[in-house]
């Protein structure tokens, strides 16, 4: 390569690295971002309670069902370091303290999430019922383990 060849990748390189910074997400607005995704979760997981409360039909649920695993396996990557005291969390320090821990239970709730899917496209309301009853419990002890309440 010539030497101005290299200028203009050096340059290409370092606009896209400038790019990145710009985006990059300060740790409140990882929080802020958190707490988003983390109600969005609860509000389907309500949806969830009622229609298996009221013996509904589930298939309409599907797609929600279907987002609800998508998120489940982001949920580590939702609390990366240096947004333990970011924002007004309620995250336990437990989250990092016991990364493991705490990845094993999302790993087994994104596991147990897409079978929700599966059963609500289906319209098996009992299945359905007895797999939120699981993945449902799974939520609460992570939230036990690893939130503030």
């Known amino acids: 390569m010539r030497l101005n060849e290299w200028i203009k990748v050096a340059v290409a390189t370092l606009a896209i690295g400038l790019v990145g910074l710009a985006w990059a997400e300060t740790p409140d607005e990882v929080v802020a971002n958190r707490k988003a995704t983390m109600k969005s979760m609860d509000e389907i997981g309500h949806a969830f309670d009622d229609a298996v409360a009221n013996e509904a039909d589930v298939t309409a649920l599907a797609p929600q069902a279907t987002k609800l695993a998508e998120l489940g396996h982001d949920i580590p990557a939702m609390f ?3 947004t333990e005291t970011a924002g ?3 995250a336990w320090p437990e989250v990092w303290r016991d990364r493991a821990g705490f990845a ?3 790993a087994q709730f994104a596991a147990d999430s897409p079978r929700l899917a599966t059963l609500a ?5 009992d299945g359905f019922a007895s797999q ?3 993945v449902g419990n799974e939520c609460g002890s992570c939230h036990r383990s690893f939130k503030r309440r």
């Open 132 to 134: 939120w009853d699981t």
């Open 80 to 82: 990366p370091p240096g």
């Open 88 to 90: 007004k969390t309620r």
């Open 104 to 106: 094993r239970a999302a």
């Open 121 to 125: 496209a289906a319209g098996d309301k």
